[in-house]
């Protein structure tokens, strides 16, 4: 079972990136995914999750309404989209799986993919 987060880089304000999150061993139809990210210093925070029975989306306040969550369950991956970066977004990024398809308890993680917004 594993998670590969990619997609992350280096963006100007106001750019755009979008995350991938891919699995293998294992078929995400079934499993919440989450989208986590952890600045220097700081402690981790949920940015988004999605869930397994109807794809319904949850974000951080911090992120509404620039971050949209989607799932593409015939490739097996999540995405992230981030449109008008902020320099506060810089953070590694990190996509879990919750078995229960909730998105409360994350049992599997990726390696997590940096994302730095230059101002």
């Known amino acids: 079972v594993q998670l590969q987060a990619s997609g992350g880089g280096l963006v100007q304000t106001g750019g755009s990136l979008r995350l991938s999150c891919a699995a293998s061993?294992?078929?995400?139809?079934?499993?919440?995914i989450g989208w986590f990210r952890q600045a220097p210093g700081k402690e981790r925070e949920g940015v988004s999750s999605i869930s397994s029975s109807d794809g319904s989306a949850l974000y951080a306040e911090s992120v509404k309404g620039r971050f949209t969550i989607s799932r593409d369950n015939a490739k097996n991956t999540v995405y992230l989209q981030m449109n008008r970066l902020k320099p506060e977004d810089t953070a590694v990024y990190y996509c879990?799986?919750?078995?229960?398809?909730?998105?409360?308890?994350?049992?599997?993680w990726g390696q997590g993919t940096q994302v730095t917004v230059s101002s």
């Open positions: 061993g294992f078929t995400l139809d079934y499993y919440a």
């Open positions: 879990a799986a919750d078995p229960s398809g909730v998105g409360e308890v994350y049992e599997y």
